[in-house]
């Protein structure tokens, strides 16, 4: 699969901070790739960096096979973007607001403002003001801006800040029909993690400006559901016993003394009684249930703790 953009070992300092910590991550194109942190954690700094707004100390960006330097430009006609809240000529009209974006990128066609407008359900408000426009409408009018130039990437920075259930729906939905019916490789920040695994293909966990993990959902999803989690004082032999005895396909070891059992047709009953009797000493045994929410918490304890 072609890659929208990597980048290798990026480290930046700002005021003697260290602000990002050798990160080194992939996107693909045609997928939506959630990048995944506390506020503070690096997400804002490294979007600014993939669109040259600031350079690093160390490391190199590649994006749409056009490797990023402090002279390049040329790449950026290729992408949209949302950076911290958008900004709006507030005494503008929605439709004036597009089509001076459209003129600063050297786009004549009405027919592009107005089919953006319909894309984002603006078109029927197009001549009211940017000032009376709810937070949710000015979200949407944000991504109609950052689609004007038809971008292979859309560069989303925290998107959905601030807005209600119903406008965080609607923004969900609206990128799920970009990303579907043109292609459009979108790589969004939050910090909203039901939103996160509501939308995106792969997610990028990020802490204290180092990249914790890097998986697809689907692999998230494999770690993070139930199962029972058994801690022993003889790793090989339970897994022997797992795996003949039992007839148990999937589990994992986790650690020297911990596996996690994922086969739904055992009981947590049925495993202790057959650990008990081939003398394996069972330290605990438990049933957990997981979700993207408890997988993020757990990765971020990890961190605080090295």
């Not at 980048?7 to 194109?29: A, C």
């Not at 969900?172 to 995106?200: D, K």
């Not at 009797?277 to 757990?298: A, C, M, N, P, W």
Request: contains cysteine; charged residues 25%; proline residues 2%.
């Amino acid at each position: 699969m072609k890659q929208a953009f990597q980048i290798t070992e990026l480290s930046y300092t700002m005021k003697q901070q260290k602000i990002l910590d050798n990160i080194s991550l992939t996107v693909d194109q045609g997928t939506i790739y959630g990048f995944l942190g506390p506020n503070g954690a690096g997400k804002t700094t490294l979007m600014k960096m993939l669109l040259n707004l600031l350079h690093p100390d160390t490391g190199s960006i590649e994006v749409l096979n056009q490797a990023v330097n402090e002279k390049s430009y040329e790449y950026l006609r290729y992408i949209g973007s949302i950076i911290e809240i958008p900004v709006f000529y507030d005494k503008l009209t929605v439709v004036e607001n597009l089509m001076l974006q459209a003129e600063y990128l050297g786009i004549y066609d009405q027919k592009k403002i107005e089919e953006k407008l319909k894309l984002v359900d603006l078109y029927a408000v197009k001549d009211k003001r940017a000032k009376e426009l709810s937070l949710g409408m000015k979200q949407r009018l944000a991504i109609a801006r950052a689609l004007i130039n038809e971008p292979e990437l859309l560069i989303l920075d925290e998107p959905i800040n601030g807005l209600d259930p119903f406008g965080i729906k609607e923004i969900r939905e609206l990128l799920l029909q970009i990303n579907r019916e043109f292609g459009t490789t979108i790589f969004i920040s939050s910090h909203i993690i039901s939103e996160i695994e509501s939308l995106c293909d792969v997610i990028g966990f990020i802490d204290h400006g180092r990249l914790v993990k890097q998986m697809s959902l689907q692999e998230i999803a494999e770690e993070s559901k139930k199962y029972i989690e058994i801690q022993v004082d003889q790793l090989e032999k339970t897994a022997s016993l797992l795996d003949e005895e039992l007839a148990i396909t999937n589990f994992k070891v986790i650690d020297e003394q911990t596996i996690r059992v994922y086969d739904s047709h055992i009981t947590q009953q049925h495993i202790m009684e057959t650990l008990i009797h081939h003398q394996v000493q069972l330290f605990s045994i438990k049933e957990q249930t997981g979700d993207l929410e408890d997988y993020f918490l757990r990765l971020m304890n990890q961190g605080e703790k090295k």
